[in-house]
C-alpha cells in the first residue's frame, strides 16, 4: 500500500509539473499577445486622430509631414490625445486663406440656344399628311 501512495505521489507530483509549465507558457503567450493588441490599438488610434487631422483642416504637404512625425512621437495612447488636442487648437487658430478656384467663377449659361423638337416636326408632317392642317 505505501509503495503503491509513494508512486501515485510521484505521477501526481509529475501531472503538477506538466501543468505548471503549461500555465507558465500560457502566462507568456498572454503577455506576449497582450502586448501586440496594445502595439496594434496604439497604431490606429495615431491613425485615427491623424485622419481627423487631415479631414478638419486642408494642409501642404509639409504641415501633413510634421503631423505624422508629431504623432509618431507619441508612446502612449494618452500622448496621442494630447498631440491630437495640441495639433487641432493650434490648426483653429492659424488663419488659413482659400483662394477662389475656377469653379467658382460665374461662367456662360449651359442651356441650348434653340430647342430642337424633332417629335413636333413629325407630329406636324402626319396631320398634314391625313388632311388635318
Do not use: C, W
Not at 441650348?112 to 408632317?125: G, L
Amino acid at each position: 500500500d505505501e509503495e503503491e501512495q509513494h508512486e501515485t505521489k510521484e505521477v501526481k507530483d509529475d501531472e503538477k509539473e506538466v501543468y505548471e509549465s503549461r500555465l507558465k507558457e500560457a502566462y507568456a503567450v498572454i503577455q506576449f499577445l497582450r502586448s501586440k493588441i496594445n502595439e496594434v490599438n496604439l497604431l490606429n488610434s495615431k491613425l485615427l486622430f491623424s485622419n481627423k487631422i487631415f479631414k478638419k483642416h486642408s494642409l501642404s504637404e509639409s504641415q501633413k509631414i510634421t503631423v505624422i512625425e508629431n504623432f509618431d512621437r507619441a508612446s502612449s495612447l494618452r500622448e496621442v490625445k494630447l498631440v491630437y488636442a495640441t495639433l487641432s487648437e493650434a490648426l483653429k487658430t492659424a488663419k488659413i486663406r482659400i483662394k477662389e478656384s475656377f469653379a467658382s467663377k460665374p461662367i456662360a449659361s449651359t442651356k441650348p440656344k434653340a430647342i430642337i423638337n424633332e417629335a413636333n416636326d413629325m407630329a406636324d408632317r402626319l396631320r398634314k399628311l391625313a388632311g388635318l392642317k
